[in-house]
């Protein structure tokens, strides 16, 4: 049985982001498959994930994450701003 270590309810969305890995990378596209206070899943096919980057709400509004799990093309991320 898996235990759910989350500290907040998740929400589940599909909604389209881009992430950005550095001020001086071009943002790329990824896709939020859930949302909670402290983090968000994230669908993205990139080879490689730094354990920071940003990521880009369709809004404008940015956040700051850190990698907390990674499974195939799928990663976990908590928020650290």
Not at 7 to 16: G, T
Not at 34 to 58: H, M, Q, R
């Amino acid at each position: 049985m898996l235990v759910n270590r989350r500290r907040s309810e998740r929400q589940q969305c599909r909604k389209v982001a881009k992430i950005q890995f550095g001020t001086s990378s071009l943002p790329r596209d990824c896709t939020i498959t859930d949302v909670s206070n402290g983090g968000l899943k994230v669908v993205a096919e990139y080879p490689e994930i730094p354990t920071e980057f940003t990521i880009i709400l369709s809004t404008g509004h940015t956040r700051q994450c850190r990698l907390a799990w990674r499974i195939g093309c799928e990663f976990g991320a908590e928020f650290i701003d």
